[in-house]
């Protein structure tokens, strides 16, 4: 199971997507104006993406409801979108996802289905997708004119496709400042332009070792932990959220150290319990050849490097701290050259 990104308000930086415990986004591949200056996706945003080891999928939307426009509208936009992703280094032969992003009716289904067979003219019906609720999607699958499925949990009604290859949760998170929709990839292959280029897939140990370290890092549900307290919009924070909210509580703390000292208490139990689960990893990574970790170990590659670098700074400033743990009378006043 692999856990992505899509987004269209900003470009958060392949690091920041990998440092936040994400592998793959869905991107689009048309322009979304002043209103989303990061809707399109650019050579440069690919070429960062790679080199972070970040997948990318595509997906063409121009309005929510373009497709109602029907057979030579596919053909037009399948082209366009094609285009778009040989210029930004993607394959020919991977599928684009094109968005029913709305409440589409059976009615509306009849233009939506002939939007996609003009697609297939351009890219082969392989290679053909569809977004949207469960009805679109499962009514494009059942008529052949889609061969993938991203399916939104809008307009879904709790129903659940399941020859679905991505599946849109409703959960957001920002990323970089940057507002994220959160999705997990159900089938190995899902569209990822990188398929067939990928390492093996590890083994069903480490699958399930893999699966608790994600959830470890980013809550039940990747919905963030309770106990470490939530952000500006009163989301849950995920431990990298927490250490990152600690650093900054200590740049500017003015005397107050009851909240802090309560966090970096949640964190410390959070971290110890992550370490314990990771060290079922350590001896199968230390055998690894090279300096980065194959994919999908590498999922826990950029979280766990981040964690480390930000522990290892909050435990230098806590000494620093009175009342903290890690701190002692003594030992601030020998560090402050009184006996």
């Not at 994600?214 to 309770?226: D, E, F, N, S, Y």
């Amino acid at each position: 199971m692999r856990f992505g990104l899509d987004y269209a308000g900003g470009r958060p930086g392949g690091a920041a997507i990998r440092a936040a415990g994400f592998d793959f986004v869905v991107r689009y591949l048309t322009p979304g104006g002043p209103s989303l200056p990061g809707k399109l996706l650019t050579p440069a945003e690919a070429d960062d993406l790679r080199a972070h080891g970040i997948s990318i999928v595509s997906n063409w939307e121009t309005t929510a409801a373009r497709m109602l426009d029907g057979y030579n509208a596919g053909i037009v936009d399948a082209r366009a979108g094609l285009a778009q992703v040989l210029r930004c280094g993607g394959r020919p032969d991977r599928p684009i996802y094109f968005s029913a992003d709305f409440d589409a009716t059976p009615q509306d289904q009849v233009p939506i289905n002939a939007y996609l067979d003009g697609a297939a003219t351009v890219l082969g019906d392989a290679n053909v997708g569809i977004y949207g609720g469960y009805w679109s999607v499962s009514r494009a699958l059942d008529a052949g004119s889609a061969a993938w499925a991203w399916q939104t949990d809008a307009w879904s009604g709790g129903n659940v496709e399941t020859r679905r290859n991505i599946h849109q949760t409703l959960r957001q998170i920002r990323v970089n400042g940057v507002l994220c929709d959160v999705n997990v990839a159900e089938t190995a292959d899902f569209g990822q332009w990188d398929f067939g280029q990928e390492e093996p897939d590890m083994t069903p140990e480490q699958d399930a070792v893999l699966r608790d370290i994600q959830t470890q890092l980013r809550g039940p549900g990747l919905a963030g932990w309770p106990q470490l307290g939530t952000d500006a919009e009163g989301r849950h924070l995920t431990l990298v959220d927490g250490l990152a909210a600690a650093l900054r509580r200590i740049d500017a703390l003015e005397g107050d150290t009851e909240a802090l000292r309560a966090q970096i208490g949640e964190l410390r139990t959070e971290i110890s319990e992550l370490e314990a689960t990771t060290a079922d990893l350590v001896e199968q990574v230390r055998q690894l050849e090279g300096h980065r970790w194959p994919w999908p170990l590498s999922l826990i590659e950029g979280p766990a490097e981040l964690i480390g670098a930000q522990l290892a700074r909050l435990e230098s400033l806590l000494p620093d701290l009175p009342g903290l743990p890690g701190h002692s009378e003594a030992e601030s006043e020998s560090r402050n050259g009184k006996p």
